[in-house]
């Protein structure tokens, strides 16, 4: 017969997302919400309580814990509010989830391991101002030149856009492909607050999730170096469809 209680270590993960969501989150939620700002304790509350790397293992420094403990902290989180789910569902199941499983030890090293110690906030963008739904609609191009690529275009309503350290990024590296709407030729790219070129800003007036962070993030000759790259040219298509 098959046990589905849950383990000890599923339950503890959850009564740590519990508290987190009962005294950081809800005493001030409706502040925050009126407000359109993110709460600036929740992060370093969620960091405190190994909330942002539990399900990563141990080796690139989180706790090795399951999917399932993942799933119970989401529902303790969004009990609080989505905005502080959302950080859950991107920081880790977006951006960390598939840095996992398809990047290469260097890169798990370097861009991994600092999100799951919650010393990296960290998000993904693949929406655009004209293309959500539709992939293969967004524009954003990333040209080689040498040991670089250089990324142009612009994601928008990106979840921790305006406050995130590192950005998984989407963008065409075939430009015939993009003209012929063909997915295999949408590349990945592991992207850094800082680089030259990058800005971001943040979007208000929403309707829902006005204590989440959502922004625009925008590429004017950006230079990533080739090394960020995850897994190969052509893999962004299948890299976003695995973690959403």
Not at 50 to 69: A, H, K, R, T, V
């Amino acid at each position: 017969m098959i046990d589905f209680s849950f383990t000890e270590n599923q339950l503890a993960v959850r009564d740590m997302a519990r508290d987190v969501a009962a005294k950081v989150v809800l005493p001030k939620i409706q502040e925050y919400d009126r407000s359109q700002k993110l709460n600036p304790d929740l992060i370093p509350a969620m960091r405190d309580a190994n909330l942002l790397g539990f399900c990563i293992p141990e080796q690139y420094g989180g706790l090795g814990m399951d999917y399932i403990s993942l799933g119970l902290a989401s529902e303790e989180m969004e009990y609080g509010d989505t905005s502080a789910r959302v950080i859950l569902s991107v920081h880790i199941g977006l951006y960390s989830l598939p840095l996992l499983t398809f990047g290469n030890e260097a890169q798990k090293q370097k861009y991994l391991t600092p999100a799951a110690k919650g010393e990296k906030l960290c998000t993904f963008g693949l929406t655009e101002p004209a293309a959500g739904s539709d992939v293969v609609g967004i524009q954003t191009t990333a040209v080689k030149d040498g040991n670089h690529y250089i990324l142009n275009g612009e994601k928008m309503w990106i979840s921790l856009a305006d406050v995130a350290d590192f950005f998984l990024m989407f963008a065409w590296t075939d430009l015939a492909k993009k003209k012929a709407r063909d997915h295999s030729g949408i590349s990945a790219f592991i992207v850094e607050r800082g680089m030259a070129g990058l800005t971001t800003g943040t979007i208000h007036g929403k309707l829902g999730v006005r204590a989440g962070n959502t922004g625009y993030i925008s590429f004017q000759d950006v230079k990533v170096p080739a090394e960020n790259l995850v897994y190969k040219e052509g893999a962004g298509f299948k890299i976003a469809m695995f973690c959403l």
